[in-house]
């Protein structure tokens, strides 16, 4: 089991002295694009204060089953779904014997049963621990679940002894889980919009749309995990910045167009995920608008299509587009790519029960001229890593029959 950037790590340290090794291992799973939350037995809070795990993983950190407050909500269940991966680290004799035994006597052992989710163990322990049969009959246990175990290493404790039971380094951690990938798209530049715009009528209000802009953000990252240079410009969002090489905000369809002009002719790929006003009021008002009359008429006029606009360049980029459709998603979604000579475009279903705007999931269907691919319905982070792989597979394609 290899993770990716995005991925949903659960930590949980158990009572050992290598807890205090789990503070770096966070920093290290962060390195790597991974999302941590920590969860500490009791006993190893005498060790590290959940604070420092707090500000490392930039999450409040749970050591109490019976919290009135967390379990309001069945927060352990919460805390068990939540996770693609639960990692134990340290992992302690008694935390491996529990997990044998399957008992749920503390927060962390609760939502080690409740946990869908592969299970990684780092054990650390003294030495004659470690070897005692009864571990040695646990690690077998729990090796034949399918648990994952990551060490233990050789050498000098800190009770003096010298021999096995020193948990992993937590780069060693890290690596093991996130191992390195290929990073097909290193070096290249790639220009990426996300977002929506605002087109001002007056000092106050706006014409917007609902676009959250979670998805080029989303793929603005999985791009820059493929080794990509991306440039994003993104539109009024009450999103994090993503990790990304350059971030570029604007706020209207004119200034987004602007932003991308200058830059788009020095980019290899163009993607458009923003969902960029197609009018904006001709002449917005100086002040605001009063409530005076029954009605009110807007004079709108056409903003310019920037898609079409990189496409039609002399020498364009390997330009994607995304289509949000309320019907007829695949037809109009073709019709979009051939009219404005797009290479990609990924359509998606908006205004239904699930997917599209404001929502955590989508899914697409993503065309070229001589090809399809669908992608279910799935979470927006997963959703842009696998998007960025077949963007990745067909920017090179182009790129080897052109050379």
Known sequence: MDLNPGSRVLLGVGAGIAAYKAVDLVRRLKERGADVRVVMTEAATALVAPLTFQAVSGHPVRTKLLDPAAEAGMGHIELARWADCLLIAPATADLMARLVAGLANDLLTTVALACEAPLVIAPAMNQAMWRHPATQANLETLRARGVRVLGPDVGDQACGDQGPGRMLEPLEIAEALFPPVARPLAGVRVLLTAGPTREPLDPVRFLGNRSSGRMGFALAEALEALGARVTLIAGPTALAAPR????????????????????????????????????????????????????????????????????????????????????????????????????????????????????????????????????????????????????????????????
């Open 244 to 403: 990304v090489t350059e971030q570029v905000e604007v706020e209207t369809a004119l200034e987004m167009y602007e932003a991308v002009m200058v830059r788009a002719a020095d980019c290899h790929i163009f993607v458009a995920t923003a969902a960029v006003a197609d009018y904006r009021p001709e002449t917005p008002a100086a002040t605001k608008i009063k409530k005076d009359a029954e009605s009110l008429t807007l004079h709108l006029v056409r903003n310019p299509d920037i898609l079409a606009a990189v496409a039609a360049l002399s020498q364009p980029p390997f330009t994607v587009g995304f289509a949000a459709e309320t019907d007829h998603v695949e037809a109009y979604a073709r019709d979009k790519l051939l009219r404005k000579g797009l290479d990609m475009i990924a359509a998606n279903r908006v205004g239904g029960d699930q997917g599209g705007f404001e929502r955590p999931e989508n899914a697409l269907t993503v065309l070229w001229r001589d090809g399809r691919r669908e992608f279910p319905l799935m979470d927006k982070t997963r959703l842009a890593r696998a998007l960025a792989q077949l963007i990745a597979e067909r920017y090179q394609g182009r790129h080897a029959a052109s050379s």
